[in-house]
């Protein structure tokens, strides 16, 4: 394919007519993208690192059992103007609880910004609906991050998990094991190494991410913790 073809089709994968927000300035320099999610029936749509690095984490976070990202535009009254917004992820969590994100870098949170978001946080409230500014010191170590889209990749590349071989690889994970040793099993009884990324993604096993991963990362079962919140 040519380098052309390809621009173009990236372009098109961004689905600018359905997006909420109309960008001002929409090209493939751009720092924007699109996220596979697990949590919608279409990836999410991101214009920052912030912005990815919080898809990540949400994709983790047991307690959330939808995300949409850019989901709908409202209307709120800025001394007697109506102006529009569009926040950047809307999350449900377990108890069906509705919160509303807006994302930012703390360093362009001034009075201005502050104000113009305690306007909109009303508009939400008078909806049922909490909102919240996120900014960087929100989100877990560039380390954790980085492992996260590791694990997270590797478990969107297994597809749709045998079910037979994910109960039985979880029973053997039911004790403690070392990430060597876990693979070794795999390896051991013809199952996709991924397989072990998926029960990470999924909450089945505990693993350390907020540190290097080596051969010696223990693993340990998280079945209670994620039948909590099923997905």
Request: net charge neutral; aromatic share 10%.
């Amino acid at each position: 394919m040519k380098q052309d073809d390809i621009y173009k089709a990236i372009d098109k994968a961004y689905r600018k007519d359905d997006m909420r927000r109309n960008l001002e300035r929409f090209s493939r320099f751009n720092l924007s993208g699109l996220f596979p999610t697990l949590k919608d029936s279409s990836p999410h749509f991101f214009e920052s690192f912030n912005e990815a690095h919080f898809a990540v984490m949400f994709e983790f976070d047991p307690t959330i059992v939808s995300v949409k990202s850019q989901p709908f535009s409202i209307q709120y009254s800025d001394e007697g103007q109506t102006k529009n917004y569009t926040p950047d992820f809307s999350l449900i969590d377990c108890n069906n609880g509705i919160k509303i994100i807006e994302v930012k870098v703390s360093a362009a949170l001034d009075e201005k910004i502050n104000r113009k978001h305690n306007l909109i946080k009303k508009a939400f409230k008078q909806h049922g609906f909490k909102f919240q500014v996120m900014t960087e010191k929100h989100l877990p170590s560039r380390l954790a991050v980085s492992n996260m889209m590791m694990v997270k990749r590797n478990a969107i590349a297994l597809g749709i998990p045998d079910e037979d071989a994910l109960n039985y690889l979880l029973n053997i994970l039911s004790a403690p094991v070392s990430l060597d040793k876990a693979l070794d099993i795999c390896k051991c009884l013809q199952i996709n190494t991924n397989m072990i990324s998926y029960c990470i993604f999924r909450d089945y096993v505990k693993i350390e991410l907020s540190s290097n991963l080596t051969g010696e990362t223990m693993l340990s079962s998280n079945v209670c913790g994620a039948e909590l919140c099923p997905v």
